[in-house]
């Protein structure tokens, strides 16, 4: 299985994003869906999750209330999207995937930069 992630980009402080990530297969559809960041010197982090019907999502508190995780099974697409967005959540934004009470991701996407900035 194969995740494509894309979205990213340049954005000034308080602008908008969506990132997607788009399965290669629909075995995707019953994985816990996240979204990862990773800042320049620091270590990845978990942003925000959600169960493999949509049903339930989960945020670090940092982007509570700005962020929305949010997937289309039909699509074997799971999107994230940021608003009010600060410099502090620039970064390489991955995907991944992981079966229901494993701890262990079992599959990646490659990642996209998103850079807030004046």
């Known amino acids: 299985v194969q995740l494509q992630a894309s979205g990213g980009g340049l954005v000034q402080p308080g602008g908008s994003l969506r990132l997607s990530c788009v399965a290669s297969?629909?075995?995707?559809?019953?994985?816990?869906m996240t979204w990862h960041r990773q800042a320049p010197g620091k270590e990845r982090e978990l942003v925000a999750r959600?169960?493999?019907?949509?049903?339930?999502?989960y945020y670090r508190d940092s982007v509570k209330g700005r962020f929305t995780i949010s997937r289309d099974n039909a699509k074997r697409t799971v999107y994230l999207q940021m608003n009010s967005l600060k410099p502090e959540d620039s970064g390489i934004y991955y995907c991944a995937a992981r079966r229901p009470y494993y701890d262990d991701y079992d599959y990646w996407g490659q990642g996209t930069l998103v850079t807030v900035s004046s």
């Open positions: 297969e629909s075995v995707i559809n019953m994985r816990i």
């Open positions: 959600v169960t493999s019907d949509g049903s339930a999502t």
